[in-house]
């Protein structure tokens, strides 16, 4: 099955400082989401996008639906402990196709 | 109130053993999924389940065998454990196809 690309693979970041992430695709997805999984859970969804080009924000987060329709980014603001995990993005091609899992993000946040 | 529920939490079995594992939602989902995940995170689909008929078999063991007794339960049923079975299980649900899905806590199965 397919699997989208995700960039970077780990992060070691101070706390407060910004995060930026991303997700790509070598064909068109017309929803993404982003999910945090924390050790031990299952992944919680952040948020939802649906639309090219749209931009949701979450709290510190916020992700874009990239124009290309083949990419996906998520940021977040002064980061804090609580913000350590793993991040997914998933994209679906169609209504009523599955969706398709990046390959994750491991977030760790320096006190 | 839990909205995607697993049991067990935890298996520990040995190779040859038959298990399952139980999933139910309370959000009245029509869709449920079973996912595995791997050492290294990775997320990857199993099967996927549409009003309690089987919609996407991906390339499983069919010593791996869902069964769907009503649109808020999916069970896994695992014949012959093998030690490459060991791994973190996860069921979701999706309102449909192509919506958010929301994740159990998962199972994480160890065969010895």
């Known amino acids: 099955g397919q699997q989208l690309n995700q960039s970077p693979q780990s992060m070691f970041i101070q706390e407060g400082e910004d995060v930026s992430m991303n997700c790509t695709s070598s064909s068109i997805f017309n929803t993404w989401l982003w999910y945090k999984q924390d050790p031990g859970e299952g992944p919680v969804l952040l948020i939802a996008l649906y639309k090219a080009g749209e931009l949701t924000s979450n709290g510190r987060l916020t992700a874009q639906f990239g124009i290309t329709r083949k990419d996906s980014f998520l940021n977040i603001s002064a980061s804090i402990p609580s913000d350590v995990g793993i991040y997914f993005c998933?994209?679906?091609?169609?209504?009523?196709?599955?969706?398709?899992f990046g390959t994750g993000t491991s977030l760790t946040v320096i006190p | 109130d839990t909205a995607v529920s697993q049991t067990p939490k935890y298996l520990v079995t040995q190779m040859g053993n038959d298990k399952s594992i139980k999933c139910e939602q309370n959000l009245g989902h029509d869709t449920m999924y079973w996912y595995k995940q791997d050492s290294k995170k990775f997320l990857k689909i199993m099967f996927s389940y549409n009003n309690k008929e089987l919609i996407i078999n991906e390339t499983v063991p069919n010593r791996f065998s869902p069964k769907s007794p009503d649109k808020a339960h999916l069970n896994l049923h695992i014949n012959s454990l093998e030690l490459g079975d060991s791994a973190v299980y996860f069921c979701?649900?999706?309102?449909?196809?192509?919506?958010?899905?929301?994740f159990g806590p998962g199972t994480r199965l160890t065969v010895t």
């Open positions: 979701a649900s999706s309102r449909d196809f192509s919506y958010e899905q929301y």
């Open positions: 998933a994209g679906s091609p169609n209504t009523g196709n599955q969706f398709y």
